[in-house]
């Protein structure tokens, strides 16, 4: 999976994020803050992702579907809704649950984003349901923390097909989100998510 990385040396994001807390302490705002986040993903090395820009990159299926799903890591299944919001713009909805009404971001079952609208498929609605790619032990925060990661994984196809390369994430607020980890999985992790 190809990530669209935001990326900078940890020195420089230390300095740029000594000068953002220096101006929080003065004059707080949402803005502000959550670049700081940012800049400390940055600068324990980790790359940060803009969620939107991944997934406008991977594209989507033929039937509307998006190419890529993110979901939180402790979850076993994904479903996703798409529907049209504008004539430019597709607001896309992955749960871990098959009907959820939250309206937030990043909520406790779901994510949301919108994204460009595919050419093909502007007015229509679609829905998808897939495995989730498991979290593997080296990667896996304990338990109380795994619920607050996510996995990103390139979709082969919206049915139980397990996935090959995830990546796991942490949310940092708004639209992007810090790599903790990406791996492949192998083919008996594979065969053993495929009997889910």
Known sequence: ????????????????????????KTDRNAEDEAIAQGYRAAARGLPVVQLSKCMDRA???????????????????????????????WGVTFSDQEWDRGHALVGAHAVRTTQLAPTMWTNRRSM??????????????????????????????????????????????G????????WDLTELERAVLSAR
């Open 1 to 24: 999976m190809d990530l669209a990385t935001i990326t900078m040396e940890p020195d420089e994001a230390k300095a740029r994020l000594a000068e953002y807390e220096k101006s929080l």
């Open 59 to 89: 594209g989507w299926f033929d039937n509307g579907l998006p190419r890529l799903a993110v979901v939180r890591a402790d979850a076993k299944e994904c479903w996703v809704r798409t529907s049209g919001v504008s004539e430019a713009r």
């Open 128 to 173: 998808g349901h897939c495995i989730v790619p498991l979290v593997p032990p080296r990667y896996r925060p304990r338990r109380p923390r795994l619920s607050r990661c996510h996995v990103l994984w390139e979709v082969e196809k919206w049915d139980p097909t397990p996935p090959v390369d995830p990546a796991l994430l942490r949310h940092i607020r």
């Open 175 to 182: 639209d992007l989100w810090a790599v903790l980890a990406t």
